[in-house]
């Protein structure tokens, strides 16, 4: 069974950095495409990152552009988001997902991860 698991979330001040990691199991980021999604209470599901499954396609959200880096170790099968200078407005579930295809789009992912929470304090 295909299983994604984010760690890395926690509380930091504004101005702070986190990485998120996002292991699976049970396949290979070599196949898949990933992105990183985040919700915050009342707020829709919004795109973060994304990386394609070879890593060249990498993409990029308005809201944390200039401050957010998505990679991979495809020898540990983990996708990591390094967000830095971050801001209370980034305090959300941040959650990792996989896709077939390159998608900034949360229907076009097929598996997700539990999340992680991210709170940045002010």
């Known amino acids: 069974q295909v299983t994604m698991v984010e760690s890395g979330g926690g509380l930091v001040q504004a101005g702070g950095s986190l990485r998120l990691s996002c292991a699976a199991s049970e396949f290979s980021y070599r196949t898949y495409n990933v992105g990183w999604f985040r919700q915050a209470p009342g707020k829709e599901r919004e795109f973060v990152a994304s990386i394609s499954q070879d890593g060249g396609v990498r993409n990029v959200g308005d809201s944390v552009k200039g401050r957010t880096t998505i990679s991979v170790d495809n020898a540990k099968d983990t996708v990591y988001l390094q967000m830095n200078r971050l801001k209370p407005e980034d305090t959300a579930v941040y959650y990792c997902?996989?896709?077939?295809?390159?998608?900034?789009?949360?229907?076009?992912?097929?598996?997700w991860g539990q999340g992680t929470q991210v709170t940045v304090s002010s």
């Open positions: 997902a996989a896709s077939t295809s390159v998608s900034l789009v949360p229907t076009q992912y097929h598996y």
